[in-house]
T-cell receptor, first 114, second 116 residues
Framework: AQSVTQLDSHVSVSEGTPVLLRCNYSSSYSPSLFWYVQHPNKGLQLLLKYTSAATLVKGINGFEAEFKKSETSFHLTKPSAHMSDAAEYFCVVSDLGEGYKLSFGAGTTVTVRA | ETGVTQSPTHLIKTRGQQVTLRCSSQSGHNTVSWYQQALGQGPQFIFQYYREEENGRGNFPPRFSGLQFPNYSSELNVNALELDDSALYLC???????????????FGPGTRLTVL
């Protein structure tokens, strides 16, 4: 079975400071891991994806995530937050054993202070 | 290349009614998945269709049903609507058997269903 736990329901940062969103996963197989972002009243946009090619994954808009198998973690970071980063972020896991079904975490709400 | 589109954008129904939501997949994608996102929660997997056949189902009752057509577009039907069915319904397309064999799912903007 696959599942995801997002460790923070809400993160508040000042503009220009780093952002860290924490995610732990559980999977029976070698998983694919994703981060999606959802702006208010919008659909989901893919930020980045891990598929075992490299443990440090770079995504769009300056985001990156590091896969750590020993810690079963896939934390998302950005060195400098921008006002436009205010949104809901979802950590997602998918594996072959679940037929590529996506399992979402509960989400982390990011607010950015001016 | 067009992205995933969904219709309608918003819908209001009353309890007990039936509703049909529509999704057009991204060009070349043969797999469509549907998700329900209740307010303040992460999306929950409803089911997936691959080449017109159901290919996996989440923990949703049989009154949630779907179809996929030869052009890979899809419908989600919900019968006997309940108040708890109020949610954002998201459609996602992918091509896990294609040249790139990617399981990445690309989402549409969603349909906001309100049940009164």
């Amino acid at each position: 079975a696959q599942s995801v736990t997002q460790l923070d329901s809400h993160v508040s940062v000042s503009e220009g400071t780093p952002v860290l969103l924490r995610c732990n996963y559980s999977s029976s197989y070698s998983p694919s891991l994703f981060w999606y972002v959802q702006h208010p009243n919008k659909g989901l946009q893919l930020l980045l994806k891990y598929t075992s090619a490299a443990t440090l994954v770079k995504g769009i808009n300056g985001f990156e995530a590091e896969f750590k198998k020993s810690e079963t973690s896939f934390h998302l970071t950005k060195p400098s937050a921008h006002m436009s980063d205010a949104a809901e972020y979802f950590c997602v896991v998918s594996d072959l054993g679940e037929g590529y079904k996506l399992s979402f975490g509960a989400g982390t709400t990011v607010t950015v202070r001016a | 290349e067009t992205g995933v589109t969904q219709s309608p954008t918003h819908l209001i129904k009353t309890r007990g009614q039936q509703v049909t939501l529509r999704c057009s997949s991204q060009s070349g994608h043969n797999t469509v998945s549907w998700y329900q996102q209740a307010l303040g929660q992460g999306p929950q997997f409803i089911f997936q269709y691959y080449r017109e056949e159901e290919n996996g189902r989440g923990n949703f009752p049989p009154r949630f049903s779907g179809l996929q057509f030869p052009n890979y577009s899809s419908e989600l039907n919900v019968n006997a609507l309940e108040l708890d069915d109020s949610a954002l319904y998201l459609c996602a397309s992918s091509d896990p058997t294609g040249v790139l064999s990617t399981d990445t799912q690309y989402f549409g903007p969603g349909t906001r269903l309100t049940v009164l």
